[in-house]
T-cell receptor
Framework: KNEVEQSPQNLTAQEGEFITINCSYS?????LHWLQQHPGGGIVSLFM???GKKKHGRLIATINIQEKHSSLHITASHPRDSAVYIC?????????????FGKGTHLIIQP | NAGVTQTPKFQVLKTGQSMTLQCAQD?????MSWYRQDPGMGLRLIHY???????DQGEVPNGYNVSRSTTEDFPLRLLSAAPSQTSVYFC???????????????FGNGTRLTVT
């Protein structure tokens, strides 16, 4: 069974700081998702990647397939980035029930 | 374009009552799923569907039923609510495409269910 671990569990930072959230998984995967859950509860898909790096605005997601590790970076962090960030991994050859979710990283950006 | 619409937003049930959580999507997605989110745990899959008329069990299916009569709708039924089903429920959908199951997920806004 694929184990997905996120670190840190909680992170408090000052506005403007560079943020890194880590995700590691235990088996080979075909896709890695990064999701954002706002305090109101809604969940939004940020990235889906299987190799390399993706960038959207101030958010950057990277993945190292050999090391079974992905990172989500936030540059010039802002209080509106405060949310829970969740990674989820789909094992290679995984079916529709194969997606395993991490427990999330609770990020607070203070003004 | 509404995306994934999930209702109700909040619900309180007494033990033994039944109810249906509604989920509809207007993106013509083949894949639809239900998750529950509990404190200290990742999202866990309850049931999923890869198309109209096709459903299957996920990790935690006991106490829940689903059906998929149309591409758009995927209701989740609690047959006899139990306090252990107190949770936040999310419906999600995605396009299957040529690389099955690795398309971005679109989530509903969630239903906070309390069973007393």
């Amino acid at each position: 069974k694929n184990e997905v671990e996120q670190s840190p569990q909680n992170l408090t930072a000052q506005e403007g700081e560079f943020i890194t959230i880590n995700c590691s998984y235990s088996v080979g995967i075909s896709a890695l998702h990064w999701l954002q859950q706002h305090p109101g509860g809604g969940i939004v898909s940020l990235f889906m990647l299987s190799s390399g790096k993706k960038k959207h605005g101030r958010l950057i997601a990277t993945i190292n397939i050999q090391e079974k590790h992905s990172s989500l970076h936030i540059t010039a962090s802002h209080p509106r980035d405060s949310a829970v960030y969740i990674c989820a991994a789909l094992p290679s050859g995984g079916g529709a029930d194969g997606l395993t979710f991490g427990k999330g990283t609770h990020l607070i950006i203070q003004p | 374009n509404a995306g994934v619409t999930q209702t109700p937003k909040f619900q309180v049930l007494k033990t033994g009552q039944s109810m249906t959580l509604q989920c509809a999507q207007d993106m013509n997605h083949e894949y639809m799923s239900w998750y529950r989110q509990d404190p200290g745990m990742g999202l866990r899959l309850i049931h999923y569907s890869v198309g109209a008329g096709i459903t299957d069990q996920g990790e935690v299916p006991n106490g829940y039923n689903v059906s998929r009569s149309t591409t758009e709708d995927f209701p989740l039924r609690l047959l006899s609510a139990a306090p252990s089903q107190t949770s936040v429920y999310f419906c999600a959908s995605s396009y299957l495409g040529s690389s099955s199951y690795n398309s971005p997920l679109h989530f509903g806004n969630g239903t906070r269910l309390t069973v007393t």
